[in-house]
Nanobody, 114 residues
């Protein structure tokens, strides 16, 4: 599975951004899709996951601010990020699970700064 993410950028605190990720390749085998992030000097962490049936799971730090959605027909997953904070600054990675294997996109930078 190949993943292409887009939508990162620079935004002021309190602002919004929407990340999108398109999957190609062995897409019929994809179960869950999601987003991880890695801030400078920190470990990569899960942000949000959505299963094929639409079940979602969010990191506590983003609950109520971020919303993950998935279009199975278009093989895309999106992350709507509202009320952004400086601590949301990171490289965001799209992921897709195929069985026990996980594919990663190239990462897109999100910077929250005034």
């Amino acid at each position: 599975v190949q993943l292409q993410a887009s939508g990162g950028g620079l935004v002021q605190p309190g602002g919004s951004l929407r990340l999108s990720c398109a999957a190609s390749g062995s897409i019929v085998s994809i179960t869950a899709m999601g987003w991880y992030r890695q801030a400078p000097g920190k470990q990569r962490e899960m942000v949000a996951i959505i299963t094929q049936r639409g079940t979602t799971n969010y990191a506590d730090s983003v609950k109520g601010r971020f919303t993950i959605s998935r279009d199975n027909a278009k093989n895309t997953v999106s992350l709507q990020m509202n009320s952004l904070k400086a601590q949301d600054t990171a490289v965001y990675y799209c992921t897709a699970a195929v069985g026990s294997a996980v594919s990663w996109g190239q990462g897109t930078q999100v910077t929250v700064s005034s």
